[in-house]
């Protein structure tokens, strides 16, 4: 074989084993390519679930206060001023200032993704419409009027900082209570174990509203067997009087917590 025939043959291999190599090197360009856009779709799919998580929760707890509320009311209908109705107004309103901060702390997390950003308002919008339609059938007082306004925000996507509604003057002599702050840790456990599972892969479904409702109805049944327990009702004959009790602040606070008090030895 001539000189000129060896050279064309080792040009025609360097030329073959160059196109494999731009194949490898596509193939492997392709599959990262495709891993990358894998990792992002989990960590939205993720991130989704963790946005419904929040919102959800977070209307849940409203709705379950407004229910439980509304067995206070029923139960103290004759004592409107009663410390328990107070509690559990303020009880109401410590809530949208917490649900303030959540719904603020959501949007500073996810403005930056229009992706996100789009999918939290859309949620919102469908947690929103169910907060509405529970708000319109409550008593027309000061607490609605706070959740038509806590409403109206939450449509606007109107958080601040700085946004906080005033409780109401109890009249009680409150006590440092350390259950109260175990709760209160016991409840970020929760969340926090929650969150986890979700960025372990678990989806969140969507409660619908019929079950949303349903859960709250629950609160209100265990509300008035607690209302009914330590706070019993006297029949004077013309109508039903709650019987007095001296209880201070703390007391009180465990009963709208769910809690029977012990009686007296």
Known sequence: MSYINKGQNNIGNNVQNNNNS??????????????????YYQSQI??????RYYVYQDLQNIINLIYSRNAVLEHFKNDPNHPMVTLINNKMLLQLNLSNTIQLDQTQQYQRDSNLFDFLKQERMNANRILKNVIFN????????????????????????????????????????????SKILSSIQNVDYKINQLRNGQIYDVPKELDIIKKAENYQIQA???LQ?????????EKSMVQPQNLNQ???TNIANGKVLKPKP
């Open 138 to 181: 409550q008593k027309k007082d000061s607490i609605q009027t706070a959740l038509i306004e806590y409403s109206n925000d939450y449509q606007n996507g109107n958080f601040k900082l700085n946004k906080q509604y005033k409780l109401q003057e109890t009249g009680l002599v409150a006590k440092f209570d350390e259950s109260v702050l």
């Open 22 to 39: 731009n194949k490898n090197v596509n193939s492997n360009k392709n599959g990262y390519g495709e891993n990358q856009q894998q990792i």
């Open 250 to 252: 703390n007391q009180y």
């Open 229 to 237: 327990i330590n706070f019993h009702l006297i029949n004077t004959g």
């Open 46 to 51: 993720q991130q989704q679930s963790e946005i």
């Open 224 to 226: 008035k067997q607690l």
